[in-house]
């Protein structure tokens, strides 16, 4: 009787069958700009540079990541917006960013003062304006004191901040790695664009919340340390760019793309997506090796 | 200290405890004096079981009530005149009285169970958007796996909705998951499902009576914006011992009544298991999940007026998981399930017009999660444990006016995710003691039903409810007012307005409920979530053909959301990552129920909109909820093809639930710009609508000589007939070219399904 209760139990379970999945269609987000900047700034050559990126956006359903060359610059011109006429305003007068490779806009040498008031635009060759966007330029910031410990099997980094008293601030602490010999030249665009295929680390995003009594000290263990030098930025950032970089860095965290809540990235660029934003990084570098 | 503050807001100084003095002491005085009053409870014949909303009235049918949840009744007769007794499926009994006295009537069971065999069943009572559900008649449903489903039988019921397809979660007019207030013999259930919900909590073997709630809220209920289902498990048979179960496809269960203490109590004691996992195993498959439970209960009669109950619940679905994928092996035991308790005392008072009902019950849902990774260890647990105690009287004044009031007190204590880690299990995951939070939540109520004229009932009532956690003290006044009218025999019209107020939520995700989910409650910064709903019925009902119709209107405020762009849920600041906002659910519903003997059917349709505005969701435009559905069906049939055999059927249909889909992708660099990440670009909150899902279900009773002392059954059937997809997400499916396509996933199609039950 057990045996053949069981038996017809099982017979029912193989039975069983899974449903077909059932087409559906979602209508795709309307195609829109998307801008990224990026402030370059070497402190021991002096040399800076600015970078706007124009690219467009994707359909979900799109299935490969964008490919990028050996120089670091996107392949597929569908998702770029090419022979765009990018100009940057600042206190100081209007200039125009050369196209180095379609969707890819680059100055070099760009002087930016603190607080100053910064516009970007770009147009098509019509003179319509394709997007737009406005920032302050934020003030420089430096490392109190930076040095490194511990052993070269477990290298760590230790460096202190100085908050500014009295106004709100929001930081962002870039960690790099990088051979020596591989120094900074801002004057070609493709030494910065190859930089997306550097080995990067991490970064550290901080509030005034971090710190105690204006002070905040960091000790980061420096794992998968490819290369013999370390370069480590901090930038003071504004608040929108930061809750920006907050929600990009938590996204990326498997256990919200599996569980999450809806995430609505945060934007300043008129007509399209993106942040556009000027911070200066203080760039400090220091050999692996020393004590 | 808690306590006092908690208690200085239902102060009689308070405005609202003032309010409600007064209408009690109006009602009071108004009442006319009574005539000989008779009290007592009706039986089932067979087993002494208590049965609920029997028609009690008097011969000329003026005079009548209905026995309550504990099968009492009160009812204030003329001498030597006779009092009729009339419950669907009994035969209907009547009695000559002489003097008057403690009566226990018991009924007999009609015979040809069949005849009545629907699950969903009006009472004579008057109250719309009340529902009670006879046990006795569920077990001819259709069942996935065989096994019978209260939950899934209430969501065949216009303005009661599933989630998930197969799922066992409720949601009621336009209302959430937790806005249901489930109670299990007074106890409140905090998680309602096993498996994920593919099984309700409740041993149906074990249960005597439920009724459910959507509108017209009495006032001795609260603490839920959207439904109140009130469960009563079995006494145990107090005439014989009498053992029953049943094996199913996915579960078994036994259940034993014993008459005890020389025919006074009775005990009875149900368990139930599944074994899905085992039956994986031999398909070569594996599902590590199981779950068990267990109900018990005890009841003595210490007086012909006294009666105390003692019942327990307990119940756990297990996952034991075992991985080796290359880096050691990974152990992962999860236990998660309710234990419920409450002792009440039943006391009928002498004069036989007052009855009292004192409860004290204790509830506590817990999870927990025990990881192991080489040598090191994981364990993760939360819960919520509520004491809690509740006292109430119903009062016969007379025939024309019946009292109900009482007081309540819970003392909620909520623990959330404690961590603890031994090793380096996963380096972002940190130690995390448990983070010990108390809500205390009290509640006074008085409701009066009133005969205004023939034909004219009016109902109202006032419950005054407070609850206090760490400095936030909050008070509302939840006044409940109902209007019923005879237009003529067989044509009632009903208007109803409540007010709710609910003072803790469960910390859902919007892209799905899980047991994982947290309960919580409000704070400084978290507000009461409130509602009022109005509604509207009427009710035709002819030799063989009963017709309901009800339209709802129901705003509701400070509704509690994550915060979008939530990530980890359960840890940090809680209060942090919630807003409020406000919703509104509006719709119609209809029913019709056709008994010919043989042939039995109900017909129900419901048309709703349910949607939400937050500030701070869906760049602050008001959205559809998740369960906005528009039109829903569903058509239940059962025909009685010989004395030994049945054969039920049901449809359904419902228009898809909505989502937050990925519409776009867009290309950023990192913070440190030397990588690209591709960031998602979402429709509209809810702004997908899956496909309808419909389906249809069928079962055949086989029965022996019903005669026998043996009873056996042979229920075969089949969940989702047809095979037809239910969509319960969306995945993206990779394409030959490496493009991707949405595709609608469901859970169960044709599932075949065959058990065996008995009685003896």
Known sequence: MKNSIIFLLTISLLAACTPEPLDIDIRQAETKPVVATQYYFDTITQQSALIVTLTKTLTATTGNRPQIDSNGFIVDQDYLVANAIVELSTSTGTITLEEVSPGFYYAFNVELLDHEHCRVNASNTNGETIVSAETEVMAEVDFTSLSLSGPSSDRFINYTLTDNPGTPNWYLVNYLTKQQKDTANYNDPKYIARRLTEQKLDFDLFTDSDFKNGTMSVSRKLENLQYDTIAIAVSNINKGYYDFLLTQKRYGLLVNQLKGEVINFPTNIKGGLGYFQLSRPKLRVLDVNDR | ?760
């Open chain 2, 1 to 760: 200290m808690g306590v006092l503050r908690l208690f200085s807001v239902i102060h009689p100084n308070n405005p609202c405890m003032r309010s409600l003095f007064t209408l009690y002491l109006f009602i009071t005085c108004c009442s006319v004096s009574a005539q000989n009053a008779i009290g007592g409870y009706v039986t089932d014949s067979k087993n002494g079981e208590a049965l609920i909303g029997v028609s009690v009235f008097t011969a000329n049918r003026i005079s009548g009530t209905t026995t309550n949840a504990y099968g009492f009744f009160s009812l204030s007769v003329p001498s030597n005149d006779s009092v009729y007794f009339q419950y669907l499926g009994y035969e209907p009994q009547s009695i000559k009285l002489s003097t008057a006295k403690t009566l226990t009537i018991k009924l007999k069971e009609a015979t040809g169970e069949l005849k009545e065999a629907l699950v969903v069943g009006e009472r004579n009572e008057p109250q719309h958007g009340s529902t009670h559900i006879n046990m006795k008649l569920l077990n001819s449903l259709p069942a996935m796996g065989g096994e019978r489903d209260l939950v899934k039988a209430l969501q065949l019921m216009p303005g009661i909705k599933k989630g998930a397809d197969g799922t066992a979660g409720m949601l009621v007019r336009g209302g959430a998951h937790d806005q249901n207030l489930i109670l299990l013999d007074d106890a409140p259930v905090y998680n309602p499902s096993h498996l994920l919900g593919f099984f309700s909590l409740f041993n149906t073997d074990a249960i005597n009576d439920a009724t459910i709630q959507t509108g017209g809220f009495t006032a001795n209920y609260g603490g839920r914006l959207s439904s109140v289902l009130d469960i009563h498990t079995l006494n145990g048979n107090m005439e014989k011992t009498v053992y029953s179960g049943s094996v199913g496809l996915l579960a078994s269960r036994a259940t034993v009544q014993v008459p005890v203490f020389k025919g006074k109590g009775s005990v009875m004691v149900a368990g139930r298991v599944s074994y899905i996992n085992k039956l994986y195993e031999l398909t070569g498959k594996k599902l590590p999940f199981y779950f068990y439970d267990f109900n018990a209960k005890i009841n003595y009669r210490l007086t012909a007026n006294d009666r105390v109950f003692l019942s327990v619940y307990d119940g756990d679905d297990i996952l034991d998981e075992s991985e080796s994928p290359g880096a050691g092996t990974i152990r992962i035991k999860s236990k998660m399930g309710n234990q419920i308790s409450s002792l009440r005392w039943n006391h009928a008072f002498s004069n036989k017009k007052q009855f009292s009902n004192l409860t004290l019950f204790s509830s506590r849902y817990r999870y927990q999660v025990d990881a192991d990774l080489n040598e090191s260890n994981l364990k993760i647990s939360s819960n919520i444990t509520d004491v809690g105690i509740r006292y109430g009287i119903q009062h016969q004044v007379n025939n024309r006016l019946s009292l109900r009031y009482g007081a309540e007190m819970i003392n909620h204590t909520f623990n959330p995710n404690s961590t603890k880690m031994k090793g380096s299990f996963n380096e972002n995951i940190k130690d995390r003691p448990a983070q010990v939070r108390m809500m205390k939540e009290a509640a006074l109520y008085l409701s009066s039903q009133y005969n205004l004229s023939t034909g004219l009932l009016l109902s109202t009532g006032l419950r005054y409810s407070a609850a206090q956690s760490g400095k936030a003290v909050y008070s509302n006044p939840e006044p409940r007012v109902q209007l019923d009218y005879r237009l003529k025999p067989g044509q009632t019209v009903s208007v109803a307005y409540s007010e709710m107020v609910q003072y803790m939520f469960l910390l859902s995700g919007s892209s799905a409920v899980l047991p994982t989910d947290l309960w919580y409650g409000i704070s400084e910064r978290i507000k009461p979530q409130h509602a009022q709903i109005i509604s509207l019925g009427y009710q035709y009902t002819q030799k063989m053909i009963t017709v309901k119709a009800e339209a709802y209107y129901k705003p509701m405020q400070k509704l509690v959301e994550y915060k979008e762009g939530t990530i980890d849920l359960v840890n940090g600041d809680i209060d942090d990552k919630i807003i409020q906002g406000k919703g509104k659910a509006y719709g119609f519903e209809l029913s019709t129920k056709i008994s010919n003997g043989k042939f039995n059917a109900i017909i129900g349709y419901t048309l709703s909109w349910s949607n939400r505005t937050f500030s701070g969701l869906n760049n602050d435009r008001t959205f559809l909820a998740r369960y906005d559905r528009r039109h829903d069906i569903s058509l239940i049939a059962n025909y009685e093809l010989s004395k030994r055999t049945a054969l039920s059927a049901v449809w359904c249909y419902a228009t898809g639930s909505r989502f937050t889909a990925i519409t776009g992708q867009f290309m950023m660099p990192d913070g440190n710009y030397t990588d690209i990440d591709l960031l998602p670009l979402y429709s509209g909150r809810n702004a997908i609508q899956l496909s309808a899902s419909h389906r249809l279900d069928m079962n055949l009773i086989i029965k022996n000589n019903p005669g026998k002392k043996y009873r056996a059954e042979w229920h075969i059937g089949a969940y989702n007939v047809y095979n037809q997809t239910q969509p319960y997400r969306i995945k993206m499916q990779k394409n030959d070219d490496g493009s991707y396509a949405y595709k609608q996933v469901g859970l169960f199609g044709f599932v075949p399904s065959i058990a065996y039950q008995f009685t003896f």
